[in-house]
């Protein structure tokens, strides 16, 4: 193994795995030989108990002793550490085989920034997923990255993946556990790097303790961070939905109140629907926040729009937009007043007086956000320029 600009780190992130790592890193060097890799071997020890370190040590590894704990610690350490202009990680529980990496390198080869690999197209051995990863976790956070993300990966998780390491090392990779995997895949869709998947093979790891991986907790991490880095799909859409919901359902209830009766819509669905157009405005707000913050900081890429709209807004702007609202709010609020009055402050009939309460309510409201919203967005760019 060359000790000096190889061409490729194969990176094992180890905890414990003193029973797989003699194969893991023979398969591994045995690959280097059959096809002539100037390469190393790379375990990233994070805090292992047993002899996992000297194991690899004496089978021809490199070892770097990682502290912070966790899986996706672990591997932005090793890939930090890594000699190689490619890097290929995976499991060291052997579980994938690293004597089989062609299809990787090939592609590695080929310019391609990020190569997947896919066990549902290569192969899962009888028991070397559990049912409820292979036929829910999986499929459905993968879909979920497709669709949110818009690449042409299908599967998310997979733990053998290769890639070039100074594109990787400039992504900023910054989550410490098992959601590493997710990051990776969307930060390098954002940044449009060539992505590409192999197919490739799951076998039973050779482990003989529970995995470290666990089912809900790591899947909710996950599926935490996919909406995290997508204000569309964390706030945008649901803002928007709400909005359009609550408009139809005021909009309903007021110009066909006979067939809203009919349906049972009355004055107590109309005060949803307003609450309903109260939330989706906040939501809006928050994503413009959320999408703001994200290009402000590197993490997500500008986008032309918004930064047009960002240069002509100013919170004085915004105030007085949100004035303006709470201004026609008032107006609604006081004509229920005069209404009121009119009765001399009897008892009135819900159904007459509902319409204009909620349009008070609304408009007061979502004005009073969009005020606060402004001088959010001023923190937001006093902040951003220190």
């Not at 998947?197 to 089912?215: A, I, N, Q």
């Not at 204000?231 to 909009?251: E, K, Q, S, T």
Request: hydrophobic residues 45%; proline residues 3%; contains cysteine.
């Amino acid at each position: 193994m060359a000790e000096a600009d190889p061409e490729l780190s194969i990176l094992m992130p180890c905890l414990n795995e003193s029973r797989t790592l003699p194969v893991c890193i023979s398969k591994a060097l045995a690959f280097f030989r059959d096809h002539g890799i100037n390469g190393e071997v790379l375990i990233a020890d994070n805090g292992s108990t047993d002899d996992s370190r000297s194991v690899a040590e004496q089978h021809g590894a490199r070892v770097i002793a990682v502290a912070e704990r966790g899986y996706g610690a672990a591997l932005k350490a090793g890939i930090a550490s890594a000699r190689g202009t490619y890097v290929i990680m995976g499991d060291a529980d052997d579980s994938y085989n690293f004597a089989d990496l062609e299809p990787f390198i090939i592609r590695l080869r080929e310019n391609y920034d990020l190569v997947m690999g896919n066990r549902f197209k290569g192969g899962i051995q009888d028991g070397a997923m559990p049912f409820l990863h292979k036929y829910l976790g999986n499929p459905v956070l993968s879909a979920i990255g497709r669709i949110m993300y818009n690449v042409k990966v299908g599967d998310f998780h997979c733990g053998l993946r290769g890639f070039n390491r100074q594109k990787i090392m400039a992504l900023n990779l910054t989550t410490d556990g098992m959601e590493f995997a997710s990051e990776m895949v969307v930060k390098a869709t954002i940044n449009h790097l060539r992505i590409t998947e192999v197919p490739t093979t799951l076998s039973v790891d050779g482990r003989d303790r529970e995995p470290h991986l666990r089912t809900w907790r790591d899947g909710w991490r996950h599926l935490r961070f996919l909406l995290m880095l997508s204000p569309r799909w964390l706030f945008l859409y649901p803002g928007l939905l709400l909005m359009l919901a609550g408009i139809a359902i005021i909009a309903g209830i007021e110009t066909a109140l006979p067939l809203a009766r009919r349906l049972g819509l009355g004055p107590q669905t109309m005060l949803y629907g307003g609450a309903a157009i109260i939330l989706g405005h906040l939501l809006l707000g928050m994503s413009l926040v959320a999408r703001t913050l994200g290009s402000r900081f590197g993490v997500l890429k500008e986008k032309p729009h918004l930064e047009k709209l960002w240069r002509s807004f100013t919170v004085e702007r915004g105030i007085a937009l949100g004035f303006c609202l709470m201004i026609l709010g008032l107006y609604f609020a006081f004509r229920s007043l005069d209404h009121w009055a009119s009765l001399n402050y009897s008892a009135q009939n819900l159904e007459e007086t509902i319409g204009t309460v909620v349009y008070a309510i609304i408009f007061i409201v979502t004005g009073a956000q969009s005020v606060a919203l402004s001088f959010y967005f001023n923190v937001i760019d006093f902040y951003s320029k220190k």
